[in-house]
Each structure stands twice: as structure tokens, then as C-alpha cells.
T-cell receptor, first 114, second 112 residues
Framework: DQQVKQNSPSLSVQEGRISILNCDYT??????FLWYKKYPAEGPTFLIS?????DKNEDGRFTVFLNKSAKHLSLHIVPSQPGDSAVYFC?????????????FGKGTKLSVKP | KAGVTQTPRYLIKTRGQQVTLSCSPI?????VSWYQQTPGQGLQFLFE???????NKGNFPGRFSGRQFSNSRSEMNVSTLELGDSALYLC???????????FGPGTRLTVL
């Protein structure tokens, strides 16, 4: 039973446009959500997070939106750049911010075309 | 500041053998977590250690075990290897359990 779902395995976007990556979760106990970015042959790197007490968090070109009633979060990248091409993982925690025991989605491969 | 290092980077074993993977966290970090990444299942949590104590364990069989040493370095062991254990094993360290995790590059294990 997958508790964190990324239903789009891949996404292709033109440079300069918006990339929207989606993530759904089933466990209402999750209270902290994170996005990681992963390049081939490297470990994931932290991108942005959001606590369940907020519905939006912004960091430069990256914004994460959380809709608790729908158990849905999304990552917006504006404007998209070719260097953003990577696999993006959504992750959740139910330990009040503890990041040592994360439940990950299967990832979405983003391709940004010049 | 050096990042998380994992050794070896690549490993080939045969079914039935056992394997030990090593993780050296970032200096000063006391929390280490292990994850398994496979194409079909994505990233799955294995264990979390903090100050030599296992805090959490994922849903993996007892063939998977781990430990953390007093210098925060961690090892994980897989006994009686199966073909399905072929995966990228990722280690992540953080200052404490509630802090941002930094991932290592992973150990690519292939079981033949």
C-alpha cells in the first residue's frame, strides 16, 4: 500500500514555462512534507519543505502548495530551466518534522527542453 | 566540509552471500538513515540511527540489519542475498532526527 503517490512518472516542459509536479498521500497522520531532487549517480538533495500548518511555502523559483483536505501537494517551478531536469521525489513524515523516517513517492522525471 | 560518503560505490554479489555497506556521515552529524531505491518501489526507508540507537525500522525482513558506531559511522548488512536485493542503497545523515538530511551518492548492489 503506497502512502505517498506520484502518479506522473515523467513530465516534459519548455524552458521558461512553469513545471507542476504533483503528489498525493493517504495517511492523515503525515504532518511534514518535503521535495527532493535527484540527478543520476547522485543522492537526493533537499529542495523545499512544508509543515501541515501551512498551505504554501516559497523559496526562489520553487513553491510548494499543500491542500490537506485533498491530501495533495504540488511543487511549482517558475521559470523552468534545463538544469532543473532531474527526478523529483515527494516525501512525508508523521513525526513532527523528523526527517529520519521519510516515506517517499516513486518520483517524477522532469525534462526541461531548451 | 566533506559530504556523506558511502563505500563501496559498486558491488556485485551472488545469491546466498552476505554484504556489508558502510556510511560515513558529515562531521558533527549524529543521525543516520538508510534507504533502498529500486525502479519498481522507489525510495524505501530501511533504518534510522541516532547516537548508536536504532530509532525506527522500515518494513524489511530480518536479513537486513544495521548498526551505528560511537563515531556516528554506520553499517548495514544484508545476509542471504536474493536477486530482489539488487538496488541502490542510500545513506543520509543529519545533525539530529529533526534536521535536514544530506544524502550520500549510494552503493549500487547487484545480486547475480
Amino acid at each position: 500500500d503506497q502512502q505517498v503517490k506520484q502518479n506522473s512518472p515523467s513530465l516534459s516542459v519548455q524552458e521558461g514555462r512553469i513545471s507542476i509536479l504533483n503528489c498525493d498521500y493517504t495517511n492523515s497522520m503525515f504532518d511534514y512534507f518535503l521535495w527532493y531532487k535527484k540527478y543520476p549517480a547522485e543522492g537526493p538533495t533537499f529542495l523545499i519543505s512544508i509543515s501541515s500548518i501551512k498551505d504554501k511555502n516559497e523559496d526562489g523559483r520553487f513553491t510548494v502548495f499543500l491542500n490537506k483536505s485533498a491530501k495533495h501537494l504540488s511543487l511549482h517551478i517558475v521559470p523552468s530551466q534545463p538544469g532543473d531536469s532531474a527526478v523529483y521525489f515527494c516525501a512525508a513524515s508523521k513525526y513532527g518534522g523528523s526527517q529520519g523516517n521519510l516515506i517517499f513517492g516513486k518520483g517524477t522525471k522532469l525534462s526541461v527542453k531548451p | 566540509k566533506a559530504g556523506v560518503t558511502q563505500t563501496p560505490r559498486y558491488l556485485i554479489k551472488t545469491r546466498g552471500q552476505q554484504v556489508t555497506l558502510s556510511c560515513s556521515p558529515i562531521s558533527g552529524h549524529r543521525s543516520v538513515s538508510w534507504y533502498q531505491q529500486t525502479p519498481g518501489q522507489g525510495l524505501q526507508f530501511l533504518f534510522e540511527y541516532f547516537s548508536e540507537t536504532q530509532r525506527n525500522k522500515g518494513n524489511f525482513p530480518g536479513r537486513f540489519s544495521g548498526r551505528q558506531f560511537s563515531n556516528s559511522r554506520s553499517e548495514m548488512n544484508v545476509s542471504t542475498l536474493e536477486l530482489g536485493d539488487s538496488a541502490l542503497y542510500l545513506c543520509a545523515s543529519s545533525f539530529g532526527p529533526d534536521n535536514e538530511q544530506f544524502f550520500g551518492p549510494g552503493t549500487r548492489l547487484t545480486v547475480l
